[in-house]
Structures are given as C-alpha cells and as structure tokens.
C-alpha cells in the first residue's frame, strides 16, 4: 500500500486516510489576473509618446462539472489552480485570459464550501496576505503592500509614490478591493457553496454550431473566479497626469475549500466481513459486468461499486443466462488472459457484443445483445469493502464507507458459510451497522451463506448432513436473533439463502427476493 502522505490524513477522508475516496477536502484557487504594464509608444520623430501599456488577462476560473462517467473522487485532486492570466505588454498589447479549470466529479457528489471556523479550511486571499504581512511593521508593510499591487515603469518607484495622481489612484483602488472582500464575505455567510450534483449538465446549444468550431462543452459549476488582470497605464492618464509611470497588478484568484462528498444510491447494498465474497456476488449477478475486483486477501475492495442487476420477466437475471460461468479472482483471470493474448490466441476472437450475438440464440433470448427487450425489473447493487468487528473504533477501514449505503433501501449480509461459525460473523456485522447508526440494522432484509460449495464434500451423505445441519442452525440463529420489530410490532424474519457466488449457484432465489424487497421498498417511498 502506498504510504499515507500528511495532507491526507488531514483530509478526512475516510478518517484514516485511506484511499477510500468518498469524502475529500479540495483547495481551489482561481487563477491569477496578469499585470498591467507600464509603457509607452515609440516612434522615430515622436519622442515622448502617449501610454501604451496593456493590461493583464483575467485568471483563469475553476468549475465543477458533474460527469456520468466518473464513479469515485479518485481523480479529484486536493488542489486545483485555473490557469493564471497573461501579463500586459507595450504597445498596447493585453494579456491572455488564463484558461478555467473545470474539475470532474462523478454524478451524486455533494459539493460544500468550508465556512470560516472549520480547521480544515485553507486561508482565502486576503488572510493568505495579511498572514505573510504578520510580522512586519507599518511602514514595510505599506512598502510590501504597494509591491504587490503596483508595477512601476522602470526607476519610478520611488517618485511614483511622492506624487498625487498615484496616492489618489492607491485609495481608489483599496477602496474597491475593500468593497469586493465584504461582498465576498457576504456572499459566503448567505449564500455559501452547496451542491448537490445529481443530475448531468447538458451542453449548451450543440446542434447548430458552425462548421469548424467545436460545439460549446458545458463548462459546470462556478466555484471560484479568476483574479481581474492589472490594468495598463494608459487608464490613469488625465488632463493632470500626461504620463502615468504606473499600472496595476493582476488580482489574486479566489480561494476556496471544498469538502466533497459521494453519495451512492444503490438499491441494495451488500455488507460482509473481508473475503466473504460480496465482490464476487455482484460480478455474478451482473454477469460479469460490474468490474470489481475479487481477490483473496481481505480488503480487496476499497472503494464502494455499484452494479446492476437485470432482471427478465421470467426471473432470470443477465449473470444466470451465462450459466456455467465460474466467477474466479480478477488477477488470475488478468494473467490468464494477457497469457493467452501473447500466444495470439485472440486474433480472431469474437468481440463481446459478436460473442453475445452467438451466444444467445440457443438460449432463447433471440439474436444479438437481446436482453433489453426482456428486461422486466432493475436494481442496483452495491459492493462495499469489508466490515469487521470495531470498524467503528476505525479498524479496518473504519466504517465511514457506511455513510454511503444509508440510503439504500436494503442490506443484504453475506457471510462466508464455509466458516466454522458464520452466525458469530452476522451478529458482528448487526452490530456494527447499529454502532454507525442507531436503527440501521432493520434495513437488513437477508442473510447470503455464501461459498457452499465447499460445504458438502464430495456429495457423501454424511458430509451432505452436515452442510443442512449448519444450514438449520444459521437459520436458528437467525430467527432468534436477527428477527425485526418494527413500529407496529410486526415481526419480520430475514431470508436466509445458501449460495455459491463463484459458481452462480442459488442466485436466482437470491435474485428474487431482492427484487421483493426494492419493489416494496419503492413502493413505500
Ligand atoms: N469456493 C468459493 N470461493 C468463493 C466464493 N465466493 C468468493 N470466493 C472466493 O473468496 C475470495 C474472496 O472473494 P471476494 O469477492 O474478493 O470477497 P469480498 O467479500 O469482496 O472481500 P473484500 O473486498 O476484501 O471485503 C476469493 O478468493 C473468491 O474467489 C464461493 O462461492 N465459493
Ligand atoms: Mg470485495
């Protein structure tokens, strides 16, 4: 595992600061105006031409654009900076415009601005100066102040500051800053940055554009401004002051923190010890399509994925149509196919959806990728990393990933059957979830015994006896235990399913009761 760095663990992301991104503090700065410029025309036979500095390019914005595609704030990163502007030139030449930073962020991130007293919050700009200013006394301090928003022509400095046109243009310009930081901070105190980004951005105009430009991309949500570029010293020329020696420097972006938060909205979500096989569960019922990744050493995962199941009118789901299929650890499955693949053995191979073309048909499912035209029900499924007893003392990976299955309408326990005492893991895991929260454990709908296979020997009856003795006491258990009371006393009893996930045996049961418990869920909501 790669070492943890300082900021991270800062961060508070995840508590520890492990590399479960669901949570993540980013520093935003709008880029930095480029300065005015201080000069004047040349000409030959023209000895003392008029002013003719340009002024400096605004810096560049930062946006937040919610993006379908992303599904962690893995890309996220803890500082993001637009672009600074250009400085201005002779001759009447303005700066660049910096380019804006558009920052991607998955569909269901919550956005919110830091306030004030929050410790994790970086310093705006005008603390960051006051801060760097600290230690000086008055007059250096002005010195230091005037440097940084001033640029003098050359040997000017000292003269500049003597004359009149310049104090007055000094006031003025702290005058303007002093208004722009009090509406800044009233907008922060009324108006602070929360975002929830639940839905896509839809690009602007994209039909009609004219040929050879590139069609206007949604840019996303303004978070922080550029800095205004300086301003050339042609701007301070007056009937008194013919020649301005004087322009201004570009302003300092804005500075924000933003903490930011995933929120996964699964129907279902899976809870388990490490290595009780919830990874592989949900690439067997998703026929392999949700990508993550089984291994097994505990806390392979550890970041929540979410899949969906499809379910046919009939029952079967899209996993149970490639029958046969053994869902094996995703590494070996790499090293096996990257084998194959240098041996060539994939020249000629089928594309996925050519295979699914081939391979339906005998199944009855028509030609082609078919299964759209029978899906029936849909939900969605949510892989968690491992939960283990004191998760919430933050062993493990603590339990904060918890935070994103509140709002699931079921959870689904699945425990590792071949163990010698899979009932003590379930009581763990009941009791964790209500350690994270009070209550969250009646959202509990099923008990998954998962690994049978390796129950049962090799079929031999007494081995085979014993498998359904262990069966009938986890689901003693259960029933003693784990049966819920709700509001109006009833009495509800969790289903308790032997499976293989790694086999694909006994989903379809498994399939069925979850869509019970989604559809009934939803329809209650
Ligand atoms: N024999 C057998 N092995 C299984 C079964 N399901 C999972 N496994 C194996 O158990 C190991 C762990 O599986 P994972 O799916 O990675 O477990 P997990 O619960 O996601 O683990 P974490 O991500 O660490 O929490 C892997 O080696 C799987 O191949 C099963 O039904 N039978
Ligand atoms: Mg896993």
Redesign the pocket.
Known sequence: MRPIAEDEKQNGSGDKGQNFLDHLIVNIRGGKGGNGCAAFHREKFLPFGPPSGGNGGRGGDVYILPTPELTTLASVTKRARGENGGNGQGTWQNGKNGAPLVIRVPLGTIVRELPRNDPRRAKDEWEAEAEALEELDTPDKQAKMRDRRWVHYPRYSESNVERDAFKEAEQMLYKQERERRYARRKRELEQPIYLDLDKEMQSEDDSNVPLGLSKKEALGYLIASGGQGGIGNPHFHTQENRSPKFATRGHEGERITLSMELKLLADVG?V????????????ALTGGRAK???????????NPVVGVVRVAADGNFEGGLTEGMV???TQIEMAQTEAKMEEGAFSDALTRNQQAHFALPERGYGTGHLFDVVEHFRFSIA?????ISKASENVGLGHSFLRSMERSLALVY?V?F?GPAPWDEIAVLRDELEQYLPGMSKKARMVIA?????LGGDGDDTSVEDAQLKLGRLEEFVEKELTIVDEEGNRRCLDVVP?????S?NLKQVVSLMQEYVTEARDDR
């Open positions: 899976l388990g010890m490490p290595n009780a096989g919830k990874s592989t569960l949900l690439r993550t990744e089984v291994a097994g050493y505990t806390f392979t995962t550890l869902h094996e650890e892989d968690n990393p491992g939960l699945v590792d071949s998962n690994k049978a296979d390796l499976i293989s996930a790694k086999f045996q």
